[in-house]
């Protein structure tokens, strides 16, 4: 405890101890001891390497064109494309030489067959096996999901 010296109201044989308590070591302490904390709290070097993408002048691949082949219940084959939905019925015969055109082409299309619910298995696998041997390289059925809007086409390549 702190008394109070040469006070004006206190008399020399008065000594009173004083009622407020000398903060000033106190302070003193505590900031010793926070200098001393931050000095022994090890710092943290944890470094997480992210690969952020390269800037690239380049133009992003071109979509592949896509022929679609529905083939119908009534035996039907049907040449277009889902993206302007404009399709034509085509024969056999009409089937193979598109089919020979676009296999001679550099960059060939990827060809989706699509079979309706009724279409009879032979007429699908007849029109696959043609564009095989005509050595079309993306041929394609679209999965179930693709048909909901989830899923994607696979392509044997």
Known sequence: MAINIGS???TAGDLEPMMEMNTTPLIDVMLVLLVMLIITIPLNMHAVNVELPKQSSELPPELPK???IKINAKHQILWGSEIDAK???VTKLELESRFEKEALKAKQAEIHFRPEPGAKYEDV???MAAAQRL???QIGIPT???F???G???TAK
Request: net charge negative; aromatic share 4%; hydrophobic share 40%.
């Open 66 to 68: 896509v022929i679609d």
């Open 135 to 137: 050595n079309l390289k």
């Open 144 to 146: 179930i999901d693709t």
């Open 87 to 89: 399709y034509e019925v």
């Open 125 to 127: 696998i007849s029109a």
């Open 8 to 10: 004006t109201t206190s």
């Open 152 to 154: 994607t086409v696979s």
């Open 148 to 150: 909901a809007g989830v």
